[in-house]
């Protein structure tokens, strides 16, 4: 049995700690937040603490905090030559502090308290100082059914600004259909079927050939047209994406 404490009570520290209180081969022996409150729900199932001092001897250390607070919290861990990983995808594994053997141990989803996760549909990232480490960290990931992928911390910048894109700024045009949609008393649940269908297309069709639309027609009659209709900062955004898919399909 592997033996876990996590330290943090965000969204990535509550959906970990509910996976692995139910894992096969793992066991989440501990958890640390310095506000003790946010881990009362787990109170019954697991030790609690808001002492870094009082960490429990586990085979693995999850740092799931912010960003900012991850080197912090490795430089102050009471111990050494133990494996300490954060869940950061934007943090090299070089900010975690050198007295402990590091790692990556990274779910790739947008996690939300109020929204329970299937984690045998997210992949994990992980990376490892060495073989040894890498293993273990593939094995936890595996009792969570997830798919597992070794992504080094340069790749893993990189993948970390891809999820932007197709996570936060899709999420942020979709903000933008439903305030239109709102302005013109339009119910915004005509738009899902639509979501729904351009999400599920790319897993039969590359988005280079799911791309569809005015842009991609150069169909200015109709971009000139949706241009009159929208705001200052909306027409700006519109233009944006208009012109990087002309500028995409226009050879081709």
Avoid at 203 to 216: I, M, R, V
Wanted: proline share 4%; net charge negative; glycine share 2%.
């Amino acid at each position: 049995m592997i033996k876990v404490c996590l330290i943090g009570g965000g969204n990535v520290a509550f959906h970990l700690a509910y996976q692995f209180i139910k894992a096969e081969h793992v066991q989440l022996i501990q958890l640390y937040n310095r506000t003790l409150c946010k881990l009362n729900p787990f109170e019954n199932d697991v030790s609690i603490t808001d002492q870094l001092s009082e960490l429990m001897e586990a085979d693995l250390y999850i740092i799931a905090s912010s960003d900012s607070a991850i080197r912090e919290i490795s430089n102050q861990l009471p111990f050494s030559n133990r494996l300490v990983v954060h869940t950061s995808g934007s943090q090299e594994l070089s900010c975690l502090a050198s007295h402990n053997r590091r790692g990556v141990f990274y779910p790739l989803q947008s996690l939300s308290k109020s929204k329970p996760i299937d984690f045998s549909a997210i992949p994990i990232c992980i990376e490892a100082e060495n073989e040894d480490d890498l293993c273990l960290l593939h094995a936890i990931a595996s009792s969570l059914k997830s798919k597992v992928y070794n992504i080094s911390s340069e790749q893993r910048k990189y993948l970390h600004v891809a999820a932007v894109f197709v996570n936060n700024f899709v999420n942020h045009l979709y903000y933008i259909g439903q305030h239109i949609c709102k302005e013109k008393e339009i119910p915004f649940e005509i738009l899902m079927p639509l979501i729904k269908e351009t999400a599920d297309k790319i897993n039969y069709l590359s988005p280079e050939l799911a791309q569809t639309g005015p842009a991609l027609r150069n169909d200015m009659i109709t971009i000139e047209n949706h241009l009159k209709l929208i705001s200052t900062q909306e027409k700006e955004i519109y233009q944006l994406l208009t012109s990087s898919i002309t500028n995409v399909y226009k050879n081709k």
